[in-house]
């Protein structure tokens, strides 16, 4: 049971931790995407404040690095960007595959770990509890994977609508 | 020889709260449908926002998982013997 927890863990801290990364990555993108003259949100209404001299507010405006002009293209692939390339693929099913095991496992993984918490930190609640929850989630993935896909096979190939 | 699940008796005042919530949960989606109340969000909106992130879809599937294993795991057996 301890190192269960502990796999658990420590696949959570992973999981949140390239969670974080790209989150940091994908405000980056936005600051940049903002900066470059784009706005990223609806539109909002002009200012009513007064018009501000055109010296004051280049002192105003933050320097920008000249490294931050660059777009991403223009860089060397490095091998976080391989890593993101296999982990979201082209839209297709290796895509959809990839992105169903990381939803599941996480899913998963966070429900035993809030469920072993409840256990053994508030209420130890009686009969085989932990057991079922570990084998019995595990069944319904297993039962509601191959109807998922086979659906969406269905909609994709055959064009079903449900 | 045919036997009834028994099923632990409450106060009433416990399911009451409960249809209290569930009524409110579905009262509130209701005004957000008619958009009478400005920029609230309905729960398909909520649940796209909160999707949009890893650790959102793992809470959802969470939550989805718990439902479903309490619905038709726990507490189920074959051929709905009791």
């Not at chain 1, 256990?119 to 609640?125: E, K, M």
């Not at chain 1, 595990?138 to 064009?159: M, N, Q, T, Y």
């Not at chain 2, 579905?26 to 400005?38: I, M, P, V």
């Amino acid at each position: 049971m301890v190192v269960g927890y502990v796999l658990i863990m420590g696949t959570l801290a992973i999981g949140l931790r390239i969670v974080q990364r790209s989150g940091k990555a994908g405000a980056a993108g936005a600051a940049a995407i903002t900066d470059g003259g784009r706005s990223a949100g609806p539109p909002k209404p002009a200012p009513v404040a007064a018009p501000v001299p055109a010296t004051a507010a280049a002192a105003a405006a933050p320097a920008v690095p000249a490294a931050a002009s660059l777009t991403p293209d223009a860089g060397p692939v490095t091998a976080r960007a391989r890593l993101r390339s296999m982990v979201r693929p082209q839209p297709g099913w290796r895509r959809l595959v990839i992105h169903y095991l990381g939803t599941a496992v996480g899913g998963y993984l966070l429900l035993m770990v809030v469920i072993i918490g409840y256990y053994f930190g508030i209420a130890p609640v009686a009969g085989n509890f932990v057991h079922s929850a570990f084998s019995g989630c595990a069944l319904l993935i297993g039962l509601s994977a191959p109807v998922f896909f086979g659906l969406s096979w269905l909609v994709e190939r055959k064009g079903w609508r449900i | 020889m045919t036997q009834e699940v028994g099923v632990a008796k409450h106060p009433l005042i416990g399911y009451f709260v409960w249809a209290v919530l569930f009524g409110a949960l579905f009262a509130w989606e209701g005004l957000a449908l008619t958009y009478r109340f400005g920029d609230v969000p309905t729960l398909s909106a909520t649940f796209r926002a909160i999707m949009r992130y890893p650790f959102g879809r793992w809470a959802l599937f969470a939550l989805w998982l718990w439902f479903g294993w309490h619905i038709f795991v726990r507490g189920w057996h074959f051929l709905l013997r009791a």
